[in-house]
């Protein structure tokens, strides 16, 4: 998850983001090893490569040093922080290389061993994961934002710079296409 | 096509947001992968922490003393430029500080007793 469950009260990303803001190195270093593990789930899933996944983490984190005096005390680090991680995931030069082909909707998403291939009794999620690598990085972003983050269409729309309407259109689709890709997987076996 | 296949390929709503839970839960990478990823990540933020000696917003803070108080300075200089004339100035009926411009004018064009004369 790339948020805390419960909202009470501000998280400790965001005072050790605030204490960074303040010029506390230390801190930002705390906060980089807080954000690594689940910024770089979300950007895989978004870019389904993990070089590319890496390089939007690193990205993101180099505009989060630099512009840390845009961010309003008061607010939440992780609505920002989503949102200039998913800038940098779906920067345009990014999504282009993360583009794969429909045929290669077989193959894994990344192509060292995945947890999805060692389970190969798994297949369903095997074959989910080849069908999500085929939908664009958008789609998958408000995927993974939904069913794997819980989040609302609105916080969606705001990690994506798009409004909730906009979100639903993106989930929908997604699912639809999903669901075409698995049948016509499925139909050729 | 195996009994698991003919499922799939008539999923209903509720397997494909249970499918889409998975994917979007389970993890993505292999550990090790996934470990040298998050330390190459780490490197990088102890590599920004280190370089650059601030944010760029804490060296911006230390400007903005120096660029209101400039923004003051240049609108008293413009006040004091754009203020109208006191009342001494221009009027002439003190005599402390008669218009020059219009006395010169007046003294060049108005003919002496002997111009008038010829």
Do not use: C
Request: no cysteine.
């Amino acid at each position: 998850m790339l948020r805390p469950a419960i909202d009470s009260g501000p998280d400790p990303e965001t005072l050790l983001f605030l204490k960074a803001q303040r010029g506390d190195a230390q801190a930002f270093r705390q906060l980089v090893g807080l954000l690594a593990a689940p910024s770089l789930a979300l950007a895989m899933r978004t870019l389904g490569n993990l070089a590319l996944a890496e390089e939007a983490v690193q990205e993101a984190l180099t505009k989060v040093w630099r512009e840390a005096g845009r961010f309003e005390e008061g607010r939440s680090f992780w609505p920002w922080w989503r949102r200039i991680l998913l800038n940098a995931a779906l920067d345009g030069r990014r999504r282009m290389r993360s583009v794969e082909p429909l045929e290669a909707a077989g193959d894994p998403v990344d192509p060292g061993p995945s947890p999805f291939e060692v389970a190969a009794e798994d297949e369903l999620a095997a074959r989910v994961a080849a069908a999500m690598a085929a939908l664009p990085p958008r789609q998958r972003a408000a995927l993974a934002l939904f069913h794997g983050e819980g989040l609302s269409m609105a916080e969606i729309g705001e990690a994506l710079g798009t409004s909730a309407k906009a979100v639903e259109g993106l989930l929908s689709r997604g699912r639809a296409a999903l669901k075409a890709l698995l049948e016509e997987d499925g139909e050729a076996r | 096509m195996s009994e698991r296949e003919r499922r799939t390929a008539q999923m209903d709503d509720m397997e494909i947001s249970a499918a889409l839970a998975h994917w979007a839960k389970a993890p993505v990478l292999d550990p090790a992968r996934e470990a040298a990823a998050i330390a190459r990540i780490v490197a990088h933020g102890d590599e920004l922490a280190s370089a650059l000696p601030l944010p760029a917003a804490t060296r911006r803070r230390r400007w903005w003393p120096m660029m209101a108080g400039g923004a003051v300075a240049a609108s008293a200089a413009l006040a004091l430029l754009m203020a109208p004339p006191g009342p001494d100035v221009g009027t002439g009926a003190t005599g402390a500080a008669p218009d020059m411009p219009e006395a010169s004018f007046a003294l060049l064009f108005t003919p002496t007793p002997d111009e008038e004369w010829y």
